[in-house]
């Protein structure tokens, strides 16, 4: 198991619990918020695998001109 690839899973919004549960026992599996997601993680992965929801915020958030 050593050699398994590791995988982040973005979600959209809240951790559902379903997939909390179902990816606890998974050692190679990691699931953030979109609203964790960087650059390190994303290295630090294989595979990056991300809901439709997760891709359309982040995207939001890119067009959110920053306010200082």
């Known amino acids: 198991m050593d050699d398994t690839k ?3 899973l ?3 919004g809240d951790i559902d619990k ?3 549960l179902a990816t606890k026992n ?3 599996v990691n699931v953030i918020p979109s ?3 960087n650059v390190y993680s994303i290295l630090q992965h294989d595979t990056l ?3 439709r929801e997760a891709i359309n915020r982040i ?3 890119m067009h959110t ?3 200082r």
């Open 65 to 67: 001109p920053i306010s």
């Open 59 to 61: 995207v939001e958030r």
């Open 10 to 12: 973005v979600d959209g």
């Open 35 to 37: 609203i964790g997601l």
């Open 18 to 20: 379903k997939l909390k």
């Open 6 to 8: 590791k995988v982040l």
């Open 26 to 28: 998974l050692h190679y």
């Open 49 to 51: 695998v991300m809901t």
